[in-house]
């Protein structure tokens, strides 16, 4: 069966990949796709994806769309996994909701308390409709940020 993604290492990247493994100071799954694109290399020892399989413990499908990223991508893409497209969740709080969370915890609090709860604080934000609805955590976390 001929492969539509074949993998040619040049000296340099065969090298640096050499090196990676040998040294082991990376995360698993970046040394075992090292592993991988060494193994498949069409310049060395050119295993099949199933001998590939076998030796290192991954799934056929895993080298087949390693090579297909490798020849596409890059090295560096192969190597490193892929930035999230878009969030997983669409934050509750953007730059003028929290804005006016800070303004509402800086103010004064309701009579008979002392300070603003964190509670009291998200039902505020929904009385005045900043929000449809929000968490006490969340109102938490936006307040702690420090960067």
Same mark, same amino acid.
């Given at each position: 069966?001929?492969?539509?993604?074949?993998?040619?290492?040049?000296?340099?990247?065969?090298?640096?990949?050499? !090196?990676?493994? =040998? &040294?082991?100071?990376?995360?698993?799954?970046?040394?075992?796709?090292?592993?991988?694109? +060494?193994?498949? *290399? /069409?310049?060395?020892?050119?295993?099949?994806?199933?001998?590939?399989?076998?030796?290192?413990?991954?799934?056929?499908?895993?080298?087949?769309?390693?090579?297909?990223?490798?020849?596409?991508? !890059?090295?560096? =893409? &192969?190597?490193?996994?892929?930035?999230?497209?878009?969030?997983?969740?669409?934050?509750? +709080?953007?730059? *003028? /909701?929290?804005?006016?969370?800070?303004?509402?915890?800086?103010?004064?609090?309701?009579?008979?308390?002392?300070?603003?709860?964190?509670?009291?604080?998200?039902?505020?934000?929904?009385?005045?409709?900043?929000?449809?609805?929000?968490?006490?955590?969340?109102?938490?976390?936006?307040?702690?940020?420090?960067?």
């Amino acid at each position: 069966m001929v492969k539509k993604y074949v993998v040619r290492l040049n000296g340099d990247e065969r090298e640096m990949l050499h !090196g990676m493994v =040998s &040294a082991g100071k990376a995360a698993a799954r970046k040394l075992t796709h090292a592993r991988v694109l +060494l193994k498949a *290399d /069409a310049g060395g020892p050119n295993w099949t994806d199933a001998r590939i399989a076998d030796a290192l413990d991954v799934g056929v499908r895993t080298i087949e769309s390693l090579r297909k990223r490798f020849v596409e991508e !890059g090295l560096d =893409s &192969a190597l490193n996994r892929r930035k999230q497209v878009r969030p997983s969740r669409v934050p509750k +709080l953007d730059g *003028d /909701a929290e804005a006016r969370l800070v303004a509402l915890a800086c103010s004064e609090a309701p009579d008979g308390r002392k300070r603003w709860t964190l509670r009291m604080l998200a039902d505020r934000l929904v009385v005045l409709d900043v929000v449809d609805s929000i968490s006490h955590e969340t109102v938490r976390q936006a307040l702690k940020k420090t960067s």
